[in-house]
């Protein structure tokens, strides 16, 4: 796989629509990507072979191969990271979408904006720690159990604690980067799309939410305060 | 229960039935031929007279001697203070037995008694009655082959009337010998001389058989030899065999049924385990074929049924899948060519994607009534109810919760988040803000949705939750699903929803969820 070029990563569009390929292809291009688009998960294979990609942007009901067993096949491979975007946007589509691997899912229609700014938060992971790859992961630690693809915290009793989305963005940063201190800054960057107005005090509010629901009587603070700078996770979750 | 063996597995229900009965009346027969076949033969209840008379006699030389009584296997000796009170009727030929015993015993005539408890048959009552006839009146010799010796002493009347027949055989075997007279009436007064004592010797030939006897004499101190015959140990001994052996037959006869009622049962009970698991899920196991006919019948049915219902749902989400991409992609290429567009125009077409988005989103989830995508685990509903509001107030929307922070129910995470959006939205959009608490009271979950808007009226309430029930058409957008959604939660969930007003204004819609 193609190392991100800092300046100008290049998005693989596949999608069937091809006013949907045209009009992500000028979004992209003029966000400052370099932006290629396949038709079909076949096509999608040529373009990967001739020049590679940084991201895949994948459609899922397309003729052909759909986007899931595609998703799943490039999963297995050392591929670009995947945002899906589907005409189904139900939770449990979600769900399956990120449990086949894809790194982020959009339903359309969605702002374009928001999904440029999707891509760079994926490209920017991925630069970040190459080892975190995949939406669909699952970390433990102290009892918890931690499913990204489904969003879902199981405590120690194996009762499923809802987390809203903030407080699932804020702890999947702490368990991505455990035993280091995080800045409210980067929490924010982190934890809340580009389109919302957080100030560092919502990072504090959330902080304080996540600990009310990881707080178990007799366990330690899993999230600490480093005065004067920001949180550090205190344990190192392991993964699978 | 291990699986039925194969050899009768496949058979019809009525032929399982017909196999258990025609064993267990194998089994009864078996065993009551085996008691017939098997058992020794039943001791005779009845003793030959002479050998009555035999024994008692040595009892009675015995008793008169004051010897220790002797023990014997026909019956108990003992002696009483009054002759024993007869029982049962007196037959006819008692007197000449007694006569018979007391020239044995060489005892007067009234100091000996017998008694029956039971009558001997009239059979027996013919037999030796001839023979005693003979005997004590002196018939023709040719008539009585064991004739005895010496000539007899002219009938006493007595006797004769004593003899008197029960049975018309026996009166046409007197008349006969013309000992007696049809005509002469057996009540007829008794003659008054005094009866010569008659000679009695023990009948030649013929044996008279005494049941269920008691035989007693006066002894010279005036107390009574009683001789009482006695069910002997044999006796009991054949009967405890035989009522095991009878009751053996039916705990056999029993267990088989036992057994076979529980392999009828079991193929019944995994069929309808199985139909439980299908309806809930048609995309679950199918329906084992196995078992009676009729049970492998009625489950190819079920399975057909389930080959349907899956089709059926798979149609389903196919076609709403279709919907989804064909509305959805026009609605995608609208948001991207509006990029191109001024902010304002962008804005308003971005405003009206999302709100065609938002039906085409409620309609799918409204008809996607998928209960395996969303299994139903352990949860806390107190923090699914809070990041609800949590996600809501982060969009800048007027929402509070309060209430606990952890209430553990079972239930399907995906439809609750749903049902309390759903509600949320509403107070949101038609009451201003949204109030959400979450109790427990009397082993139930209670989620209260509050706003502070007009209020729903009361004779609307009850089809607000109806599909496409909408009770402000004119404010923008939705398609009058959100509370459908809603009621079918609750109602997957075994739950109830109600609306009312809230204290201070406003609707509260309250839902109880078991825990």
């Known amino acids: 796989m193609t190392s991100p070029s800092p300046d100008r990563p290049r998005v693989l569009i596949v999608d069937d629509d091809p006013a949907i390929r045209q009009g992500l292809q000028q979004v992209f291009v003029r966000s400052g990507f370099e932006a290629e688009t396949a038709s079909d998960a076949a096509d999608m294979d040529r373009k990967l072979e001739q020049s590679g990609a940084d991201l895949i942007v994948l459609d899922l009901m397309m003729p052909g191969e759909d986007g899931l067993s595609a998703c799943r096949r490039l999963a297995a491979q050392g591929r670009p990271p995947i945002i899906v975007l589907s005409a189904l946007g139900d939770d449990a589509d979600r769900i399956v979408g990120l449990e086949v691997g894809a790194d982020d899912y959009l339903s359309k229609p969605c702002n374009p904006r928001e999904l440029v700014a999707r891509a760079r938060a994926v490209l920017r992971r991925v630069k970040d720690d190459d080892s975190v790859r995949g939406r669909g992961d699952v970390y433990r630690f102290a009892g918890f159990k931690l499913d990204c693809a489904r969003r879902e915290l199981l405590d120690p009793d194996g009762v499923l604690v809802a987390l809203s989305g903030g407080e699932f963005r804020l702890l999947r940063a702490f368990v991505e980067r455990p035993e280091r201190v995080l800045t409210r800054d980067q929490l924010l960057d982190f934890a809340f799309s580009s389109d919302t107005d957080a100030f560092d005090r919502a990072v504090d509010v959330q902080v304080s939410r996540l600990r009310r629901k990881l707080d178990r009587p007799g366990a330690g603070e899993l999230i600490r305060t480093v005065r004067g700078e920001g949180y550090v996770f205190a344990v190192r979750p392991k993964r699978g | ?515």
């Open chain 2, 1 to 515: 229960m291990k699986p039925p063996r194969p050899f009768a597995q496949g058979l019809p229900i009525a032929a399982h039935v017909a196999l258990l009965i025609a064993a267990a009346l194998l089994v009864t027969y078996v065993v009551n031929v085996g008691v017939i076949m098997g058992l020794p033969p039943r001791p005779p209840g009845v003793a030959p007279h002479r050998v009555v008379f035999d024994t008692f006699e040595r009892g009675f030389a015995a008793a008169k001697a004051g010897k220790p009584l002797p023990r014997s296997d026909l019956g108990d000796f003992r002696i009483e203070d009054s002759p024993p009170r007869a029982a049962g009727p007196r037959p006819p030929f008692t007197r000449d037995f007694e006569a018979l015993l007391a020239a044995r015993l060489g005892a007067p005539r009234d100091g000996v008694a017998i008694s029956f408890e039971r009558p001997p048959a009239d059979v027996v009552i013919y037999r030796e009655v001839r023979q005693l006839s003979v005997r004590t009146h002196g018939g023709p010799p040719g008539l009585a082959p064991g004739a005895p010796h010496g000539s007899p002493p002219p009938p006493p009347p007595d006797t004769l009337r004593s003899l008197a027949p029960q049975s018309p055989e026996v009166r046409a075997v007197l008349e006969a010998l013309g000992t007696t007279g049809a005509s002469a009436p057996p009540a007829a007064p008794a003659p008054p001389e005094p009866p010569p004592p008659p000679r009695f010797e023990a009948p030649a030939k013929g044996v008279v058989f005494f049941a269920r006897f008691v035989v007693s004499a006066q002894l010279p101190d005036g107390r009574w030899l009683v001789l009482r015959q006695r069910r002997t140990a044999d006796d009991l001994a054949w009967l405890v065999t035989a009522v095991v052996a009878v009751g053996g037959a039916f705990a056999i006869a029993l267990a088989l049924g036992l057994v076979f009622a529980a392999r009828l049962a079991a193929p019944i009970r995994r069929f309808a385990d199985a139909a439980q698991r299908v309806g809930v899920d048609p995309r679950g196991e199918p329906v084992p074929e196995k078992g009676p006919k009729e049970l492998r019948v009625a489950a190819r049915a079920v399975n057909a049924m389930q080959d349907r219902l899956r089709s059926l749902v798979a149609d389903r989400t196919e076609m709403l899948a279709a919907v989804a991409h064909d509305l959805r992609t026009p609605l995608m290429r609208m948001r991207l060519t509006a990029e191109a567009a001024e902010p304002a125009v962008r804005d308003a077409l971005a405003r009206d994607a999302e709100e065609i988005d938002a039906l085409v989103a409620s309609f799918i989830a409204f008809a996607r009534d998928d209960p395996a995508r969303d299994a139903r685990v352990r949860l806390d509903v107190a923090a699914l109810v809070q990041s609800v509001v949590d996600d809501h107030a982060a969009a800048g929307e007027p929402v509070r919760y309060e209430g606990e922070d952890r209430v553990v129910m079972t239930g399907q995470p995906l439809g609750l988040k749903r049902m309390v959006a759903n509600l949320v939205d509403n107070a949101v959009r038609y009451g201003g803000e949204a109030q959400v608490r979450v109790g427990v009271a009397g082993g139930s979950v209670e989620i209260e949705v509050k706003d502070s808007g007009p209020g729903i009226p009361a004779e609307r309430r009850g089809d607000v939750f109806e599909p496409f029930v909408r009770l402000a058409p004119d404010k923008a957008s939705g398609a009058g699903l959100g509370l459908a959604v809603v009621r079918s939660v609750v109602r997957a969930h075994g739950g109830a929803v109600a609306i009312d007003d809230a204290p201070g204004g406003g609707a509260r819609v309250r839902i109880t969820l078991p825990l």
